[in-house]
């Protein structure tokens, strides 16, 4: 794609924004220009505007970094605490305060992956979200960084959020065999992992972060 080519994309694409990009091949032109750095350095900005605005549209709920990972935090928190119960407390509450904690701590780990292994690369964030079809809350990185970085450590950017759910049942599983707590909750916390691990390899592949992680990682080899 030549530059003329995605300039008048881009064009086309702040012309759309906040509507529905679809149509205007921003994404296309996206792709191309992280495999320049010549062209990141021109179109980054830009393509960052146009990002925010098409997701603004499409969030439901926008939440500012700071008080977003402090709530995400104090959730962290609350599943640790309730994992903990499990070893003072009889059947069947030993169980649930298992599951508890694991919920807990699926629901505010994943975001936080993202976020921490993005800071170490450089990557910005802008705040937390919840977005349409999409309940759980996620956490909104500002595209011109994202551009800026180096593709492998994009690439683990987004690997890092699905590999941090897949730990949580795991160490949750653990504590309730330590714990000596209920078989059904055990039960529960295996059928969990095997479910993440069946859906990681069905779905988010597909669309999901794995399928992110694989499209970052062709910008290392080049294809």
């Known amino acids: 794609m030549t530059p003329a080519e995605i300039d008048a994309i881009i064009e086309r694409a702040e012309r759309a924004a906040p509507g529905d990009l679809a149509g205007t091949g921003f994404w296309r032109a996206v792709a191309a220009v992280k495999g320049d750095p010549a062209l990141v350095e021109t179109y980054a900005d830009r393509i960052a505007a146009i990002d925010d605005r098409a997701f603004g549209a499409w969030a439901l709920v926008r939440v500012p970094l700071g008080p977003g990972t402090a709530v995400m935090g104090a959730v962290v928190l609350v599943g640790v605490v309730f994992l903990a119960a499990a070893f003072p407390l009889g059947a069947p509450w030993d169980g649930l305060a298992l599951l508890a904690g694991m919920g807990a701590l699926a629901v505010s ?55 941090v759910t897949k730990v949580v049942p795991v160490v949750a599983f653990g504590i309730g065999v330590a714990a000596a707590a209920p078989t059904w909750a055990l039960a529960i916390l295996a059928a969990v992992t095997v479910l993440q691990i069946v859906t990681d390899v069905t779905l988010s592949t597909r669309s999901g972060d794995w399928k992110k992680f694989r499209r970052e990682m062709r910008y290392v080899s080049g294809t």
Do not use: E, N
């Open 109 to 163: 780990t994943h975001g936080l992956g993202h976020l921490a292994v993005g800071a170490l690369c450089g990557i910005r964030f802008t705040g937390w979200f919840i977005g349409r079809g999409r309940p759980q809350p996620g956490v909104k990185i500002d595209y011109g960084s994202y551009l800026r970085t180096p593709p492998r450590c994009r690439a683990w950017m987004h690997a890092a959020g699905a590999l």
